[in-house]
């Protein structure tokens, strides 16, 4: 694990006299140990639960059984990651569109059963008074656990009960299944959405998922496209550090990125300036979809002093069923990214294994007590 700077404004004002410097490093967290986050999509929990795949009515008993399962005890997950949207939210917004909530009687007949009971689930809780996810937050907390919101930036699944009110009455500004970042009215539309969930929910502080999915512009040359994004980043920035004033305590804002530097450039990403201006808190990087057993983390430490940044395990290696990660691949993989300098291990769609119906099965939770440090894991193959 890398030692990064903990008294960062002291080394800051030693090291250069740039008044930059000094402010960014003003607005960075005290360090945090985060050997493992864990991002919970928000999606199948509302309608699958453990040893159960078939779509049903899920109670506040089962949102509190979430965190149960992640905090074994000798679990080293120490950050939850929940997110709240895929285009569409998943609570009643006053800016964006709660799922399921422009769609006909007719048009929700012919979803998938899952999507149905999802809707149904959501609607009942809400219906009463309760938001689900602000019980899986509370939960969460009472364990423990750090908990953010995980937000997609730009979710271009495309599922029609999946498209936003904005996407369907702005065809100018759609990019596939998603919008078009080039555009003002879809950023400052993104910022809205971002600021509301930041204020809805007593979580620790806000991720921005750029990685789901990675595509935000369809023309421009990269250092517009850089230049646009980085004005988002800060705006999101200024807006978390005027609700860490009101709630008097310190939010944290995160990222998830693309696996490499120029990749992430080529679409208009610049987390190294990101870091360096003292935006983020921390930094994840990430492949798209499927495992990576040889994710390069090193040339984000080199390049990302002043954040840590952890490393991203995704739950399989293809389409297929029996691609799903084992716990031996999970170790193999995490064995790799803690050897190329991870400041920790993040899981992404760990849980869904349960999403395959009549085939479905448990994850293996157990790698949860092991996975938090290249310690553990030899202490693991050496009882094995």
Known sequence: ????????????????????????????????????????????????????????????????AITD???????????????VNAQVLFYPSKVGTM???VMSADDRKGLPAHVQQWIVNLEGFHASGVDPYAVILAEAKKRGLETLISYRMNDAHGNNFLLSAFHHEHPEYRLNGGLEFGQEPVRDYTFRIIEEIAQRYDCDGIELDFNRFPTYFSGGESE??????????????????????????????????????????????????????????????SEFLFVRYDLPVKPWTEKVQPVPVYASIECTEGSKLEQCLTAEKYRRASRHLWSDGADGIYLFNFFTTREWHDQSFEPPFEVLEELGSLKTLELREGSG
């Open 69 to 83: 399962e992640l905090k074994q005890p000798e679990s080293q997950v120490d950050t939850f990651l929940l997110c």
């Open 99 to 101: 799922i399921g909530s």
């Open 1 to 64: 694990m890398r030692i990064l700077p903990v008294l960062a404004i002291v080394i800051c004002a030693v090291a250069s006299p740039r008044s930059n410097c000094s402010m960014a490093e003003e607005q960075r967290a005290p360090q945090k140990t985060r050997r493992i986050l864990y991002n919970c999509d928000g999606c199948s929990c509302m309608f699958y639960k453990k040893d159960v795949y078939t779509p049903s009515e899920i109670t506040q008993d089962d949102l509190r």
């Open 224 to 285: 517009e496209r850089i230049a646009t994004i980085n004005s988002l980043v800060e705006r999101i920035r200024t807006m978390i550090e005027g609700e860490s004033k009101r709630r008097n305590r310190r939010l944290v804002l995160a990222a998830r990125v693309p696996t490499s530097y120029q990749q992430c450039q080529e679409i208009g990403l610049d987390p190294v300036a990101w870091a360096n201006e003292g935006w983020i808190d921390f930094l994840t990087v």
